[in-house]
């Protein structure tokens, strides 16, 4: 059973930063690895993801430069590095499986993924 889990989230203030942490288990192969966010009446929102073989890794336009993915293969994990977070960051965000064969380059659609974690709240005060 694929199980997808976050962690890491909290309260920062503007400026600060915050490091997000997403467990998986149960698949052998990954296409890609996503983040997403969702604020209060919003659409979720694709903030980056990383191709699990190549570690080639993609971001949406505004956290380019302050948000970083990573990932440890052998621990299953996918990280993400936020910097400089800003008011407008705050929201639930969400780690999400793409455990299809192949490559895709829509990496920002949510429709992408199969599996999804519970989501894990970042709240960053002015």
């Known amino acids: 059973q694929v199980q997808v889990a976050e962690s890491g989230g909290g309260s920062v203030q503007a400026g600060g930063s915050l490091r997000l942490s997403c467990a998986a288990s149960?698949?052998?192969?990954?296409?890609?690895m996503g983040w997403f966010r969702q604020a209060p009446g919003k659409e979720r929102e694709g903030v980056a993801a990383?191709?699990?073989?190549?570690?080639?890794?993609v971001y949406a336009d505004s956290v380019k430069g302050r948000f970083t993915i990573s990932q440890d293969n052998a621990k299953n994990t996918v990280y993400l590095q936020m910097d400089s977070l800003k008011p407008e960051d705050t929201a639930i965000y969400y780690c999400?499986?793409?455990?299809?064969?192949?490559?895709?380059?829509?990496?920002?659609?949510?429709?992408?993924?199969?599996?999804w974690g519970q989501g894990t709240q970042v709240t960053v005060s002015s």
């Open positions: 999400a499986a793409d455990l299809r064969t192949g490559i895709s380059g829509y990496w920002y659609r949510a429709l992408e993924y199969q599996h």
């Open positions: 990383i191709y699990s073989e190549s570690g080639y890794s």
């Open positions: 149960g698949y052998t192969y990954s296409q890609k």
